[in-house]
Every structure is written in C-alpha cells, then in structure tokens.
C-alpha cells in the first residue's frame, strides 16, 4: 500500500542554519504531495504543495519538489529562524488532489536555537 | 485561512468510560470530516470519513463500535470513544474539507490518556 517515510527527529538548528527534512513515498499511480506544520498548540497547517512530477512547492523560505525519479520530497529552507520550531509533517493523497484522505509520515520535529 | 476547532485539547478518563471529542468548523462548511489518531513515535493514520447527515466510513481495522462519528451538521462533527481503555490513549485529530475547495484544515488534536 502507499506510505510515507520521513527523517526522525528531533532536529536541532542554530538560527540561519541551512534545513533539510527528508521524505520518500511509495505510492502507485501518482500521488499529490504536501509538507504540513504543526506550531506548539495549533493544528496542522498546509505549508506546501506539489501535484505533479517536477512541481515545486514553496511558502515562507521552504521549498520542495516532487522527485518522481526518486520518489522523494524532501523540504528545505535556506536560512531557519526561531519561529520555524514546529513539528513538520510529509503526506500524499492519491485521491486526485484532495487533502481529505492523507496518508502521513511520523513528523519531524525541529527546534531552532537563538 | 479557516479555522477548525477541536475540544478538548487534552483529557484523561478512567477505564470503561466513554470520551467526546467535538470538532468545529468555525467559518466555512465542511461537507466532510476526517478523523485520525496518532499513536507515539508513529504517523497520523485515517480512522474514519465522516460526511453530514450519512453514516461515517471507517478504515480496514478502526471498531465503528468503539468509535463513534457523528456529523450533524454542516459545521460539527464528534468521535466517540466508548468503554474507553488504556490502549486507547492516543492524540486524536480531525480535518475538515468544504464546499468550494478541497483543501483540508485541521483541528489542535486532543490527547486522550485512559487510566
């Protein structure tokens, strides 16, 4: 069946430090992929999207592309700040777009240091 | 973006009771919710559909029994965890798509611990 594998955490950054955050899928056919995030006390937030192979999602300095080559997402961002510390979550849909029915990965958690 | 309001973001119960979780569109209409639970160190998994007015859909190994969905109305729906015990601690969260997209927007989660 479809899956999703991301990095374990936690990950501890120094401010401005360079982020990646692995994810690989296994899906049949071709799954939409998200990064969601999750702030201390809220729920979990679209951060990015990609529908198709090559697509790159961006939002707020994160990026990711849909690597059907490699069957990969991984998320990066440049330049982390202390507002980034959240637990990030990959997932796919292969429900033609549709965020109702996600199949998550274990989520990340990522703390950045001042 | 819209808000989805999830109550009670924690609570803790004695084995054999049962737990309501509510979940609550704030400002859209969600024609379907869904609910997933999440035990530690492990991925969020699908336990249910629920959409207005029909009964839930649950996935391959969730008790429909033991999990109650309700889906009222357009903007509440509510999970259930009936003779609740201990292997059922877990965080819990909905989402819940509207009408005019079909992007989901999640609760806070609540974390049952069932003593």
């Known amino acids: 069946g479809n899956s999703v594998t991301q990095m374990e955490g936690p990950v501890t950054l120094s401010e401005e430090a360079f982020l990646t955050i692995n994810c690989t899928y296994t899906?049949?056919?071709?799954?939409?992929l998200f990064w969601y995030v999750q702030y201390p006390g809220e729920g979990l937030q679209l951060l990015l999207k990609a529908t198709k192979a090559d697509d790159k999602g961006s939002n707020k300095g994160f990026e990711a592309t849909y690597r059907k080559e490699t069957t990969s997402f991984h998320l990066e961002k440049g330049s982390v700040q202390v507002s980034d510390s959240a637990v990030y979550f990959c997932a796919l849909s292969d429900h033609g777009g549709s965020q109702g029915n996600l199949i998550f990965g274990k989520g990340t958690k990522l703390s950045v240091k001042p | 973006g819209a808000v989805v309001s999830q109550h009670p973001s924690w609570v803790i119960c004695k084995s054999g009771t049962s737990v309501k979780i509510e979940c609550r569109s704030l400002d859209f209409q969600a024609t379907t919710m869904f609910w997933y639970r999440q035990f530690p160190k492990q991925s969020l998994m699908l336990m249910a559909t629920?959409?207005?007015?029909?009964?839930?859909?649950?996935e391959q190994g969730v008790e429909k029994d033991k999990f109650l969905i309700n889906h009222a109305s357009l903007t509440l729906s509510t999970l259930t965890v009936t003779s609740a015990h201990p292997e059922d601690s877990s965080f819990y969260i909905c989402?819940?798509?509207?009408?005019?997209?079909?992007?989901?927007?999640f609760g806070q989660g609540t974390r049952l611990t069932v003593v």
């Open positions: 899906a049949t056919g071709y799954p939409s």
């Open positions: 989402s819940a798509v509207g009408l005019t997209n079909t992007e989901a927007f």
């Open positions: 629920s959409n207005e007015g029909s009964k839930a859909t649950y």
